[in-house]
């Protein structure tokens, strides 16, 4: 059997609209159980007391990482049928920037911000509110901003590709990166928290 | 298990959250079953674009229409611009955390902030907080979930770059805005 099933033409476009809300559930479930709808909790991280954000979201990328890297080895998964998105770095950087300022200015990100709405955030709810309203200036900006938004394009790449090592490699180094940053993060923690 | 000890300012009675790990590794999972099942990764604000693409299109047709932003989510008009995938994954997180709120007792009408800002000012700075994160998102082609989360996993360059600066973006601001987390 090979996956990804939907691009394997397992099912189609109807069904892959339930399978959306069934992951979806997981995904939310996994984000409230962390504390994640609440932005005292996900602010926490920029003020080094609770780096809870930091620790779930390496430990999630490292168990995603891992498993795509060993489905792929034992040929289950055509990592090459996995969407990426392609790489326009000026915009991205740029984009990173202001939306790790609207993190701490608002409590949430939009993922978090679902969950906060979902149980009862008030703060959560006015957040999403500020997200439609900031897409929709941004849709008015658009055509006066298109220009720098598609600027750097380096198309679909990973860092194996860009840097020239082996896939193997990178995974390598993201896991000990991880793991000496859980490590850092509860000294930090300790620390910010004995002063206080 | 090994309960994680949230800062006591956070915690009530039983409403203990998860071990970080311990979420995390139920994250990944999930974010594995997409690649697996899907070929792609998770997402939260192209929901939001699909919405309001939908909402200026009921309101405004023409204006919508006439958008060049809007008219990437609305499409050639022959599906509902609510059918997105990343809409019914949305709606599945919310019932996905309330859920998870429920059984913890955490489902209840409040607002989150530090001791020293008045409910005005945090209710400011949320909306606020939510039209920078949706310009960066925008600029940079996903948020948190569909670029640092999915992207990270998938070792993309510029879901690196983006999860880099966001925690820069993060750590530059979070001196001048201690007054309403602190």
Same mark, same amino acid.
């Given at each position: 059997m090979m996956t990804p099933l939907y691009k394997y033409g397992f099912f189609g476009d109807e069904l892959s609209l339930v399978v959306a809300f069934v992951l979806g559930i997981g995904f939310g479930f996994c984000l409230e159980r962390a504390g994640f709808g609440s932005a005292r909790k996900l602010a926490a991280q920029f003020y080094l007391y609770d780096m809870s954000v930091f620790k779930v979201m390496f430990t999630a990328i490292v168990t995603a990482m891992l498993g795509v890297t060993y489905l792929g080895w034992i040929g289950w998964?055509?990592? $090459?049928q996995v969407y990426l998105v392609p790489t326009f770095l000026g915009p991205q950087i740029l984009g990173g920037l202001v939306l790790g300022v609207g993190f701490v200015v608002g409590g949430y990100c939009p993922g978090t911000s679902a969950a906060a709405v979902a149980t009862g955030r008030v703060d959560g709810m006015v957040y999403a509110l500020g997200i439609f309203a900031g897409t929709f200036a941004y849709a008015e900006v658009y055509p006066s901003i298109k220009a720098f938004v598609n600027s750097n394009e380096m198309g679909q790449v990973t860092l194996p590709e860009v840097l020239g090592l082996p896939w193997g490699v990178i995974v390598f180094v993201v896991v000990v990166v991880a793991v000496v940053g859980f490590w850092g993060a509860g000294k930090v923690e300790r620390w910010i928290g004995s002063r206080s | 298990m090994p309960a994680h000890t949230p800062d006591p300012a956070h915690a =009530?009675? #039983?409403s203990a959250y998860a071990n970080p790990y311990v979420a995390g590794v139920g994250l990944g999972l999930v974010l594995l079953a997409a690649f697996v099942i899907m070929g792609r990764g998770l997402g939260a604000s192209g929901a939001f674009s699909s919405t309001m693409a939908w909402l200026v299109n009921l309101v405004a047709p023409a204006h919508a229409q006439a958008n060049e932003y809007f008219q990437g989510y609305l499409g050639d008009g022959t599906t509902h611009p609510l059918k997105a995938w990343l809409v019914f994954e949305v709606i599945g997180v919310m019932t996905g955390a309330m859920l998870s709120g429920l059984l913890a007792g955490r489902v209840h009408l409040s607002i989150e902030k #530090?001791? =020293?800002?008045s409910t005005a000012i945090r209710l400011l700075c949320a909306f606020a907080g939510g039209m920078l994160m949706a310009f960066g998102a925008h600029l940079a082609r996903g948020?948190? $979930?569909?670029?640092?989360l999915t992207g990270g996993a998938l070792l993309n360059v510029g879901s690196w770059a983006f999860m880099i600066m966001v925690f820069v973006g993060g750590y530059s601001v979070a001196w001048l805005m201690r007054w309403q987390w602190r």
């Open positions: 998964l055509d990592l $090459s | =009530r009675p #039983g #530090g001791p =020293r800002v948020c948190t $979930s569909g670029q640092a």
